[in-house]
């Protein structure tokens, strides 16, 4: 049994650019929760997607975006990226939503200059 | 307003003693309620996790936590720790209703020979 994958493991981007970040969730898992974690602080909550339909959302703009594709592994894309969005990008599956546990990626940490 | 804290930043322990990690919350209704841990450059990983029953709840790695609802607290105990108990703590909560985890800003572990 695989666990969680992400990638790229690191990336810099500039201001003003576009990233898609990358996850594969662990066999039979078919929901997947994005996280956001700035240095020194706690995971937030991004958003989460179950059998490919959003299925929740924490406080981020629009430009924040995602997708889960058939076999549930998913994306996320962040549009016209702000310094702000320097961060560790945190990928979670589970079984199902709820109070499934969910199994954590190594992320993959973005820096925007 | 809702929330998880962590009131030490930083704790340093020798090897083989005792540690107590603190959390306390503050939600309407007791949350369902986990500790992560998270080692440099890794994913979180989950150490136990509290929905009802048993106030006391074995975790891996030797990690034990007691949920005191009259403190809403969730402490995080560990009777001997070990060098590679060194890293970063995180409890956190999913609030009745919600699908997400909400993070406490972590506490960070340091062991000394």
């Known amino acids: 049994e695989t666990g969680v994958t992400q990638s790229p493991t690191h990336l810099i981007k500039t201001r003003g650019q576009q990233v898609t970040l990358r996850c594969s969730s662990q066999?039979?898992?078919?929901?997947v929760s994005w996280y956001q974690q700035a240095l020194g602080q706690g995971p937030q909550f991004i958003f989460q997607?179950?059998?490919?339909?959003?299925?929740g959302r924490g406080n981020f703009p629009p430009r924040f975006s995602g997708l889960q594709f058939p076999n549930y592994s998913s994306e996320l894309n962040v549009n016209a990226l702000e310094l702000d969005d320097s961060a560790l990008y945190l990928c979670?599956?589970?079984?199902?939503?709820?109070?499934?546990?969910?199994?954590f990626g190594p992320g993959t940490r973005l820096l925007v200059l | 307003a809702q929330s998880v804290t962590q009131p030490d930043i930083h704790i340093t322990v020798s090897e083989g003693a005792s540690l107590e990690l603190r959390c306390n919350y503050s939600?309407?209704?007791?949350?369902?309620l986990f500790w992560y841990v998270q080692s440099p450059g890794q994913g979180l990983q989950l150490l136990l996790k509290y929905f009802s029953g048993d106030t006391l709840v074995q975790g891996i790695k030797g990690f034990e936590a007691e949920f005191k609802r009259s403190q809403s607290s969730f402490n995080l105990r560990k009777p001997s720790v070990h060098w590679s108990d060194a890293a970063e703590y995180f409890c956190a909560v999913v609030p009745t209703g919600a699908n997400n985890l909400f993070f406490g800003t972590g506490t960070r572990l340091t062991v000394i020979p």
């Open positions: 066999s039979g898992h078919n929901t």
């Open positions: 979670a599956s589970s079984l199902a939503t709820g109070l499934e546990t969910q199994y």
């Open positions: 997607y179950y059998r490919e339909e959003e299925n």
């Open positions: 939600y309407g209704a007791t949350p369902y």
